[in-house]
């Protein structure tokens, strides 16, 4: 299962960003599929989830009402919309995947990563 992230950048705060994580079929089809983060010195936190076929959406409080994760069929990516972007969701954003639901799973267990992409937020 391959992972393949991108769309981080430098913006301000209250402005929107959206990552996307480009998947193998595989993944696609039998995987939850989610977002993690982790900002400099702390560990790695869940962010967003979708189920294996993708039919609920689980978020952590911290991103709620402000973060939408959806997933494309077409081009096998799951998509995160980050809006109002605050400085301390500043970090380096990583896509997953796991067959076990990844919002209950902990971060050692997770089978699959890609690599990160940053988001830095300026106040």
């Known amino acids: 299962v391959q992972l393949q992230a991108s769309g981080g950048g430098l913006v301000q705060a209250g402005d929107a960003l959206r990552l996307t994580c480009v998947t193998s079929?595989?993944?696609?089809?039998?995987?939850?599929l989610g977002w993690f983060r982790q900002a400099p010195g702390k560990e790695r936190e869940f962010v967003a989830a979708?189920?294996?076929?993708?039919?609920?959406?689980f978020y952590a409080d911290s991103v709620k009402g402000r973060f939408a994760i959806s997933r494309d069929s077409a081009d096998y990516t799951v998509n995160l919309q980050m809006n109002s972007l605050k400085p301390e969701d500043t970090a380096a954003y990583y896509c997953?995947?796991?067959?076990?639901?990844?919002?209950?799973?902990?971060?050692?267990?997770?089978?699959?990563w890609g690599q990160g992409t940053q988001v830095t937020v300026s106040s």
């Open positions: 997953a995947a796991d067959p076990r639901p990844l919002q209950m799973s902990k971060v050692s267990s997770i089978k699959y």
């Open positions: 079929t595989r993944a696609f089809s039998g995987y939850s």
């Open positions: 979708l189920s294996r076929f993708g039919n609920n959406a």
